[in-house]
């Protein structure tokens, strides 16, 4: 089978087939994983005390320069999976008793999970971890089946969009996508232990040098929704990766100065969420993509 694609905000039109890659994310229609195990290191009301059931996924619509998982957003490695075995895989992750399944970076691959995804009770909720460049169109296939949406909103300026992810309309994009999932679940709830059961958690990458976006995204949280509807995280944790040489404003970890400033302000505006120290600006939280979980690893 193939698709002329239009399923996220580029609507390349590029064929692709079962396995065979095509379009800006250079993927096929089959979803390829790379890892599928449990994680840590997403915010307390994901991971919980057990952790979350991570599926990684290979390929991504946007061309971050600064993109820590690099090794499979450019489409290459991770194993075919179809959709049996994707449910299969869910369902492994939920007898490992993680306290959340966290579907990473799959836009490009929707209707393979919602097809996964549906008819299937797994009793803990189900997190789209992505990075907010979705049509909002396509996050309706999600409707009813997904229970957290955990967008990133990297950009409010078209330049910074353009400049370091190819994607200039990406502002707009994502607030759009933003609204979307917000319809879908409303507000957040979490458990009596903190976990979140349903709503939207934005996280915002802060980037060196660019306090003033960062101040406009919490501007965006704060104005767009009642006063505790979602919540917001705002990440200190950049680390500069390999081959920034075109980006020298790049080539620095985000100063306590300027991660205080920015912490200071999301309390102002009154967002609930959660925020980090410089510490975490570390790569060792970076998973590896070494298909454990796939494939009988």
Not at 131 to 142: F, H, I, K, V, W
Not at 154 to 173: E, F, G, L, N, T
Not at 238 to 258: A, I
């Amino acid at each position: 089978m193939e698709l002329c694609c239009d399923l996220c905000p580029r609507r390349c039109g590029a064929l692709r087939g079962d396995e065979k890659p095509g379009g800006f994310c250079r993927s096929p229609l089959l979803p390829r994983v790379a890892r599928a195990a449990a994680h840590y290191g997403e915010e307390p009301c994901i991971a919980g005390p057990n952790g979350t059931g991570a599926v990684f996924f290979t390929g991504c619509n946007l061309r971050c320069v600064f993109c820590q998982n690099r090794e499979i957003s450019r489409g290459e490695g991770g194993r075919a999976v179809t959709v049996p075995e994707l449910r299969a895989l869910f369902l492994r992750l939920r007898d490992q008793g993680v306290d959340s399944l966290d579907l990473v970076t799959g836009a490009h691959v929707v209707p393979a999970v919602a097809e996964a995804l549906a008819g299937l009770s797994l009793g803990i909720p189900v997190v789209w971890n992505s990075s907010g460049y979705e049509s909002a169109g396509t996050l309706r296939l999600l409707e009813g089946l997904v229970q957290v949406y955990m967008p990133d909103f990297k950009y409010y300026d078209a330049d910074s969009a353009k400049r370091y992810s190819a994607a200039a309309d990406y502002p707009q994009v994502a607030a759009s996508a933003i609204r979307e999932m917000y319809r879908q679940t409303g507000p957040c709830v979490l458990d009596e232990n903190g976990l979140l059961k349903s709503g939207v958690l934005i996280r915002h990458l802060i980037l060196p040098g660019r306090t003033e976006e960062a101040r406009d995204v919490i501007d965006f949280a704060a104005d767009e929704f009642p006063r505790g509807a979602v919540l917001f995280s705002l990440m200190s944790q950049y680390t500069p990766m390999p081959g920034l040489d075109r980006f020298p404003e790049l080539q620095r970890r985000v100063t306590e100065e300027e991660n205080r400033a920015l912490i200071h302000y999301m309390r102002v505006r009154g967002l609930e969420g959660y925020w980090q120290e410089n510490a975490a600006a570390t790569a060792e939280m970076i998973p590896d993509f070494d298909l454990t979980g796939v494939g009988g690893k």
